[in-house]
């Protein structure tokens, strides 16, 4: 303490403290997760054709039970960014539809049919463009 | 989020934009109808890929709840939903082993 004290009124640096290795794997590892979901979203983005312009979109697979898409774009009535996210979640009893936290019920009909080919589409090309994959793994 | 902000995205043209269905719709209105947007991949027989629909769904199943745990509150209509879950995870855990084993391997080089 009053080492420290010294050091602040003499203003000499405190020696850092050292990071924990598994600290550092850790936060690497994060980091690279966190690229690898933003390279897949890019590919997840382009799945449902052009984006309308000012949009932002994305679609992930977020962990083996949820799908994401986030959309964003810019209100000019309101004049105010817009957020849409929906997030698909895999369970035994369906896929259950969440839209910017409200919980809307399970998929069902023409929009579970379309979401089941998107995560098909999206795994077979993420493989290949991603991961490196030949076509034939997906 | 009001109705008028959830069917803004994804829309590719006036027809599909739904304004006058959701122009003419009062308050009262507002909270029976539901507007569902849904995300369509691209493929031969939809070269546009993402549109917007609008469907009036039963007032049950527009009820939020507020956590995961809840769930069990709505009904499970048909086996569908069921069966996409089940065909589509595997889809999903095998993306999520690609991603993993490659971050691994950064965790193992740090």
């Given amino acids: ?138 | 989020m009001s109705l008028l902000d959830s069917v803004q995205p994804n829309v590719n043209t006036p027809e599909e934009a739904i304004g006058g269905f959701i122009a003419s719709i009062n308050h009262e209105d507002q909270q029976m109808r539901e507007t569902q947007n849904e995300l369509i991949p691209i493929t031969s027989d939809n070269p546009r890929g993402s549109k917007e629909i609008s469907r009036v769904l039963p007032k049950s199943t527009i009820q939020p709840v507020e956590t995961h745990a809840q769930v069990i509150e709505f009904p499970t209509r048909d086996e569908t939903t069921q069966e996409g879950s089940a065909k589509t995870q595997p889809m999903m855990a095998m993306v999520l082993r690609m991603r993993t084993e490659v971050v691994d391997n950064v965790g193992r080089a740090a």
């Fill in chain 1, 1 to 138: 303490m009053f080492k420290k004290f010294v050091s602040f009124i003499l203003g000499t640096p405190q020696p850092q403290k050292q990071v924990p290795a598994h600290h550092v794997s850790a936060y690497k590892r994060a980091i690279k997760e966190r690229e690898l979901i933003k390279k897949e979203s890019r590919i997840g983005g382009t799945l449902f054709g052009a984006v309308p312009a000012g949009h932002t979109r994305e679609f992930f697979v977020l962990d083996e039970y949820v799908c994401i898409w986030d959309e964003q774009w810019f209100d000019e009535k309101a004049g105010m960014m817009r957020q849409m996210h929906v997030r698909y979640e895999f369970q035994p009893r369906g896929v259950l539809k969440i839209v910017n936290g409200i919980a809307k019920g399970f998929v069902e009909g023409p929009e579970l049919k379309n979401l089941m080919r998107a995560v098909a589409m999206y795994h077979d090309r993420v493989a290949v463009e991603v991961y490196g994959y030949a076509p034939a793994y997906s």
